[in-house]
């Protein structure tokens, strides 16, 4: 009885309190966004009130540790970093306020936790580790006489090295070889795209600065005639060829769940396994696609989860 009577007081309090939740995203990219967005609408839907501090790093990472210093000095109910570098800035200014990610690759490689199941100390979230192999394998399947693959990535990004690494194993499977393109801002996403001319293919991770400059990149495709692989949906929205990709709202919206436990039951990140996505759909653009010179056969078409047209 006395456990119930705790349990019932703090969720009376936590009905009527209003929690302090600093966001900080590195930059403002549709996927990005989506994720924060779904976050959001989690805690809404769960009837959690909320004030929100929302920052946005603008690709930079001196700025990201300035905004995770701040949201630190303020002693925030929890934090909610998108994407790698705030993720990283966040870890290492805030010791003892409850941290949630998401958007980040690989936790374990960024030393945002010890182990994807033992988070330990105060954060833990959701990845958004992609089907690589996969995407890579669309080389082949929407144009079967390639033998080369573009990679263009931000060398800045620890989730992005660890994509073009497992990309590189995948290409080497498909008889691929691989000419990379590393960039270190948004302003040399075209010139590194330029750089790609004479592959067959341009692969895109999941890569903030690249994806916040997508459009360059789509550009040169359709001017050179190579299709664009992207590494998630919202580039194939955007005038990518294809993916396999998870829906960045919808882990948004897990990792807010995450934070409601946290927030009105007193779950510790620390303890709580990170989690991943595990329903993947295959996205295609066929205007995207005659735009840079190529069919989708019909074998992969029939497959799509989601087509734009």
Not at 63 to 71: C, D, E, L, M, P
């Amino acid at each position: 009885m006395r456990r119930l009577r705790r349990l019932d007081r703090r969720g009376q309090q936590s009905a009527s309190k209003t929690y302090t939740i600093g966001i900080t995203q590195i930059v403002a990219h549709p996927s990005l966004d989506a994720s924060r967005d779904g976050f959001k609408k989690a805690l809404a839907d769960a009837g959690v009130k909320v004030a929100y501090d929302e920052q946005n790093a603008q690709g930079d990472q001196a700025t990201a540790t300035s905004i995770a210093t701040k949201f630190a000095a303020d002693k925030k109910d929890l934090v909610l970093a998108i994407a790698t570098p705030t993720a990283q800035a966040a870890a290492q200014s805030i010791t003892d306020t409850p941290i949630l990610f998401t958007a980040v690759t690989d936790p374990v490689s960024a030393q945002l936790v010890k182990s994807l199941d033992a988070p330990g100390g105060n954060v833990s979230g959701t990845t958004d580790l992609n089907p690589v192999a996969k995407q890579i394998g669309l080389v082949k399947q929407l144009k079967p006489g390639a033998t080369s693959v573009g990679i263009i990535y931000s060398s800045g990004e620890v989730n992005s090295q660890v994509q073009v690494k497992m990309a590189k194993e995948a290409a080497a499977k498909e008889g691929l070889t691989v000419k990379e393109a590393a960039v270190s801002n948004s302003s040399e996403v075209q010139q590194g795209a330029q750089s790609l001319g004479g592959v067959d293919a341009i692969y895109v991770p999941t890569d903030n600065v690249v994806v916040s400059a997508l459009e360059s990149v789509i550009q040169v495709g359709e001017t050179k005639k190579i299709p664009v692989i992207a590494g998630e949906g919202d580039s194939v929205k955007r005038g990518a060829v294809a993916t396999y990709g998870i829906d960045y709202a919808k882990l948004g919206y897990q990792t807010g769940q995450m934070a409601v436990k946290i927030l009105t039951t007193g779950a510790k990140p620390g303890t709580m396994p990170v989690e991943s996505q595990s329903d993947v759909q295959l996205v295609i653009n066929t205007a995207a696609a005659a735009r840079m010179g190529i069919t989708i056969p019909d074998a992969v078409a029939k497959q799509a989860g989601q087509t734009y047209n």
